[in-house]
């Protein structure tokens, strides 16, 4: 599944840390680990990972869109709130 990076000569000992860690055989790793371990990455990889973190971060938030597009697709002025009222809401 995981095929091997050609800048990375370890990765497949990589892949069996991760399986081991997935089975519970290691123990966790800290953000701070992983962040160091991002910082030796290349620019490239970085920014592969950055773009599929932002990937998730629209999936997690495709029902919050959609329930704002609702929302501002509504014609029903019965539903709508002024300005006056959104400041209102905004303080409490």
């Known amino acids: 599944m995981l095929a091997r990076k050609p800048n990375c000569p370890n990765w497949p000992a990589k892949r069996e840390v991760a399986k081991a860690r997935h089975f519970g055989k290691v123990s966790p790793v ?3 680990e992983i962040k160091s371990e991002l910082q030796a990455l290349p620019a490239d990889e ?4 950055a773009a599929f973190l932002v ?3 629209h999936k997690d938030l495709a029902g919050y ?3 704002m597009s609702d929302k501002i697709d509504d014609q029903n002025p019965e539903r709508w709130v ?3 009222e959104l400041d ?3 303080e409490s």
């Open 30 to 32: 800290s953000i701070q």
């Open 46 to 49: 970085r920014r592969e990972l």
């Open 88 to 90: 209102q809401r905004l």
């Open 82 to 84: 002024t300005l006056e």
């Open 55 to 57: 990937s998730l971060r």
């Open 65 to 67: 869109r959609a329930r």
